[in-house]
């Protein structure tokens, strides 16, 4: 059995990046962990209300039913301003998690998305990987997310260059049918987060392993 750590720094980002494999891992009988590290708050600039951030702790437990995680842990970061939190502080906090459940696999975002809070939490996230410090963990790989990833730079240095990929031809529907859950995500296409952009991405993906669905990911560690 592999215990698994899916880091989101907003929850949907598990799901567009990961989903199919999560579903795969539950069915392999793997111990999954979902760390959210941002959440809409009171007091935020953009003005989050109580209701808001009800029906988002409401939408959380309803994937958190889909997915049958072993634990969810809500770092509660105010979201968007991830940039403005002190580093040190961010990686206390991730360290802490990591040593208290061991996962041996981590899926985290891509380095160079666009949004600020993503990049602050790979960087925050890596620091915590390394292997005579956590020799546990044994292999890390990265996401890709819809309207972040592939807006990165397009430079040899910067950009999505899959090295792993996992068919999830057994699992896009239940994957789409969570994505949907996220409906304020969610827009008609030719938006990135649309459900047909979602099904090309898999598509295309697939087409490059020779199954029908994939997901991709890159491959920063693996110690066999």
Request: proline share 5%; net charge negative.
């Amino acid at each position: 059995m592999n215990k698994v750590l899916v880091v989101a720094v907003h929850p949907d980002d598990e799901t567009l990046g990961c989903g199919g494999t999560i579903l795969k891992h539950k069915e392999n009988g793997d111990e999954i962990y979902w760390l959210i590290i941002t959440s809409p708050t009171l007091n935020h600039p953009y003005g989050f209300t109580q209701e808001v951030i009800d029906k988002r702790k409401s939408l959380i437990n309803q994937i958190t039913e889909k997915y049958k995680f072993h634990k969810v842990i809500s770092l509660n970061y105010p979201t968007q301003l991830l940039h403005a939190v002190d580093l040190r502080e961010l990686i206390v906090s991730i360290n802490k998690i990591i040593i208290d459940f061991e996962p041996n696999i981590i899926y985290m975002m891509f380095k160079n998305d666009v949004h600020s809070d993503h990049r602050g939490a790979f960087d925050a996230i890596y620091s915590c990987t390394k292997s005579f410090r956590y020799p546990f963990i044994t292999k890390i790989l990265m996401y890709e997310t819809l309207s972040e990833t592939e807006f990165a730079p397009a430079l040899p240095c910067a950009s999505f260059i899959p090295n792993v990929y996992v068919d999830i031809t057994d699992y896009l529907d239940q994957k789409i049918e969570i994505m949907k859950l996220y409906e304020t995500e969610l827009m008609e296409e030719p938006y990135p987060r649309s459900i047909s952009s979602i099904e090309a991405l898999a598509r295309f993906r697939g087409s490059r392993a020779g199954v029908k669905y994939a997901e991709a990911f890159m491959l920063l560690y693996e110690k066999i």
